[in-house]
């Protein structure tokens, strides 16, 4: 399975999907999930509402200004990869959404923490792209 | 001469805060979903622009409470304004009011209920039957089989 074989650590975990992420992420989710300034209170409330959201329901209530399919990425063998960005505040989570073991995932590859402008950082998201590729196995054969 | 100190907010109250501006943004999206609307037939329906409406769902929003009265009131919906507390006192209250039901009889298929008050006796599927204090059955699993 792709979670073990890439130590990816599940964040969370819901009735409808769960949300795991590089390791190289966590510390910077685990760096969000440590601050006291006003700033990183409302990032973590809101990242975690979008989290629980998007793991809790079936079809999340999450608009396009939440939680949004931002670029597609050809990976090789004539796949893509859509990265999509959770936006809490200026901070953005940027992943992929794949069946891991029959269920629906959000693999987190990317963390933009101090966003300046609205706009999704490309290259990021091509990263992104490319390490959830290396991990999964999309565009190489495997599944 | 003083000068004067910025308030830092507490936790809670930051929490509370993005608590609410979620609820209002996940309940207005969920309507979207539900009546099919897209963004530019809200905005044509709400007279806001889209950058506004697109505003409106940022985490950063702070909208005003007429603009909220406005947005659902566009929709058909009203929202309805109470405190948590209030709210489960309420519940509470109905609660208390509500008529006892005695499970008099269980075949497996069906339970049946007999209302102390008024002797009559209802039949729920027996599969459905959740909690009768808490959840009501759904519409369409009961049946009023006869007055005792």
């Known amino acids: ?143 | 001469m003083t000068k004067s100190l910025k308030r830092i907010p507490a936790k809670e109250e930051i929490f509370a805060e993005e608590d609410l501006v979620i609820d209002v943004q996940f309940l207005l999206q969920e309507l979207l979903n539900d009546k099919q609307i897209n963004r530019a037939q809200l905005a044509s329906m709400t007279g806001l622009s889209r950058a506004r409406l697109s505003q409106l769902m940022r985490s950063d929003a702070n909208p005003t409470l007429r603009t909220l009265a406005r947005v659902f009131h566009a929709l058909g919906e009203e929202l309805f304004v109470t405190t948590k507390k209030r709210r489960d006192d309420a519940a509470k209250l109905l609660k208390a009011d509500a008529p006892p039901w005695t499970s008099v009889a269980n075949d497996g298929v069906w339970e049946h209920f007999s209302e102390v008050d008024t002797g009559w006796v209802r039949r729920y599927a027996a599969d459905t039957i959740v909690d009768m204090d808490d959840v009501p059955p759904a519409a369409g699993s009961t049946t009023v089989l006869e007055a005792a």
């Open chain 1, 1 to 143: 399975m792709v979670r073990e074989k890439a130590g990816l650590i599940e964040i969370m975990r819901g009735n409808a999907a769960d949300v795991l992420v590089t390791q190289k992420v966590k510390k910077e989710y685990d760096r969000l999930i440590a601050g006291t300034d006003e700033r990183s209170l409302r990032q973590q409330r809101t990242l975690s509402r979008y989290l629980k959201a998007f793991c809790d329901l079936e079809t999340p209530h999450l608009n396009d200004e939440q939680f949004k399919k931002e670029a597609s990425f050809s990976v090789g063998g004539g796949n893509k990869i859509a990265i999509w960005a959770f936006k809490a505040w200026q901070w953005r989570l940027y992943g992929a959404i794949l069946s891991l073991g029959g269920r629906k995932t959000f693999i987190g590859a990317r963390v933009d923490a101090d966003k300046k402008q609205n706009k999704a950082n490309r290259e990021m998201m091509e990263a992104a792209a490319k390490e959830i590729a290396a991990l999964s196995g999309v565009g190489r054969g495997r599944s």
